[in-house]
């Protein structure tokens, strides 16, 4: 447990867990197996039908189902996923839990918690982030590291950024630049106005995932 929050490597991991977090590649040949315990249910079809990437979409939910059955005792088929006015996934059966998805192939990234949470996760991959989605501290934070670990730590920006926005119900509607990162060898606290979020990253050299939960 790291401040709260378990990431995890397998759903069973996650049993009577108050805040887990499941970093997973989709191409895992444990995936078809966990599939099998948490069918596709209609509801979920004309939620991802209208996007690019409806599959990956639809697996994420379901494997959303999967963790949640894990961490209530519920069946996973038994758990109903809706989504707020903005997209964002919401538990709507059990009550009173919070549930985030991310995915950027082969990654996918699910937080299941009792209280508001958001979840991020990027491949290490192609170049830093465009200046402009950083505010001045985090442009100087990752120019004073290594040359080959600024694609890293831009990343690290981003999805805590990211974590955090989906936390308060905001995955599209705040500017990055507006979302301030406290790095601190990486970043550890974000806000954003008035908001804060405490933000734990996953271990891994391939990708760079967090999640973003209270700060207390």
Do not use: N, Y
């Not at 409806?54 to 069946?75: C, F, I, N, P, Q």
């Not at 809706?82 to 937080?111: E, F, N, Q, Y």
């Not at 004073?144 to 989906?166: G, I, N, Q, Y």
């Amino acid at each position: 447990m790291t401040a709260g929050v378990r990431w995890i490597d397998a759903p069973e991991e996650a049993r009577s867990a108050q805040a887990a977090a499941w970093l997973v590649r989709l191409d895992d040949p444990r995936v078809d197996r966990w599939l099998a315990r948490s069918p596709a249910l209609a509801a979920d079809l004309p939620i991802v039908a209208s996007s690019a990437d409806a599959g990956e979409r639809l697996v994420r939910r379901r494997l959303a189902r999967l963790l949640l059955g894990e961490m209530t005792g519920m069946w996973p088929a038994g758990v109903v996923l809706d989504r707020t006015a903005g997209g964002g996934p919401i538990v709507a059966v059990p009550a009173d839990w919070h549930v985030s998805l991310a995915g950027r192939a082969p990654w996918c990234a699910v937080a299941v918690a009792r209280s508001p949470v958001g979840i991020d996760v990027e491949p290490i991959a192609g170049e830093p982030l465009p200046l402009d989605l950083l505010t001045a501290a985090e442009r100087a934070w990752i120019a004073d590291r290594p040359a080959a670990d600024r694609l890293r730590a831009s990343l690290a920006c981003w999805v805590a950024k990211e974590a955090h926005a989906k936390r308060f119900g905001h995955p599209r509607g705040l500017d990055p630049a507006a979302v301030e990162t406290q790095p601190a060898g990486r970043p550890r606290f974000v806000r954003s106005g008035d908001d804060w979020s405490r933000v734990v990253f996953a271990g891994g050299a391939a990708c760079v995932a967090a999640v973003a939960v209270d700060i207390e």
